[in-house]
């Protein structure tokens, strides 16, 4: 089974001074996610929570939005000529009655750890197909509350702490509790698992929380906070102008930006405490 990290040899160089030491890198290997038994997607990802990572994805494509819907989720054997397990195959069977979605939905395509699928076509699918309506969700949250989450995300990437390679995603709830957090070096990924593992628990739709990620805020991004109803999508650096559409016509909070006590809102102000200070 494939490692979240791996140690390499490197030649370090630090003010002229050379020396060789091991280094600690970040995993990445592809997974193919197959529905029932048939190819669906490759991603390139982290191992680790691989069949939340196999789930969350398909929350995020419309396939499911509760436990019970899925009956089965196994590593397939003998994914190799030799017969051998390599732990990057993962199956997902729907339970009896759940609809199989359309062919069109099958990419099977490569999809590298920064990956994006944009376009009108997305943003309309998006919002046709999502099962959770965003409701009000977590109502007057401070700048000063938003200020101090990157920091306690901060402080839960343990693999960051030793590669220095992965982006993250975490749960908080309305008061900034930290509810959940996932890493991955793809960052639709590490949303992915968040919602995945919310979903084997019976915890969709993620009606009060706020979403944070390490990045910026992708159109995929905020497809992924809609899919699963979290009405509230926070992210350190920018949003493209897609994200922000999508964000606005669905009722998604999208902040950018978000540094300390600085930071942009690109929709849904209205679930923010902003008093006192122009708008």
């Known amino acids: 089974m494939g490692r979240a990290t791996e140690r390499r040899r490197v030649v370090r160089i630090r003010d002229g001074a050379v020396s060789a030491r091991p280094d600690t890198l ?3 290997e592809p997974l193919e996610i ?7 997607a490759v991603t390139m990802r982290t191992p680790g929570d691989d069949f939340a990572l196999a789930t969350g994805f398909l929350v995020s494509e419309g396939v499911v939005a509760a436990a019970e819907e899925v009956r ?7 994914a190799q000529d030799d017969g051998a397990n390599t732990y990057n ?19 099977n395509v490569y999809t590298t750890s920064s990956c994006g699928l944009c376009g009108k076509a997305s943003l309309d699918a998006v919002r046709t197909s999502t ?61 992915d698992k968040l919602v995945g593992r919310a979903l084997r628990e ?30 509230f999508l926070a992210a350190v650096s920018a949003p493209s ?15 950018g ?21 122009p708008v």
């Open 131 to 191: 099962r959770f309506a965003l409701g009000p969700g977590p109502m007057g949250i401070t700048p000063e509350l938003l200020a101090v989450l990157p920091e306690r995300l901060r402080a839960a990437q343990r693999v960051f702490d030793r590669t220095g390679g992965l982006h993250a995603a975490a749960l908080f709830s309305p008061a900034g509790e930290l509810i959940d957090v996932r890493e991955d070096v793809g960052r639709h990924n590490a949303v």
């Open 34 to 40: 197959r529905l029932n038994g048939r190819p669906l």
């Open 257 to 277: 930006f978000l540094r300390g006590r600085s930071m942009n809102v690109y929709a849904g102000e209205h679930r923010l405490d902003l008093a006192g200070a």
């Open 26 to 28: 970040a995993g990445e």
């Open 202 to 231: 019976g915890l969709l739709p993620l009606e009060e929380t706020i979403l944070l990620v390490s990045g910026r805020a992708s159109f995929e991004l905020a497809q992924k906070a809609v899919m699963a109803g979290v009405p």
């Open 72 to 78: 089965s989720v196994v590593y397939c054997a003998g």
């Open 241 to 255: 102008s897609l994200a922000v559409e999508l964000a606005a016509e669905t009722g998604l909070t999208l902040v």
């Open 89 to 107: 195959v993962v199956d997902v069977r729907l339970a009896p009655g759940v609809p199989v979605p359309e062919t069109g939905l099958e990419r």
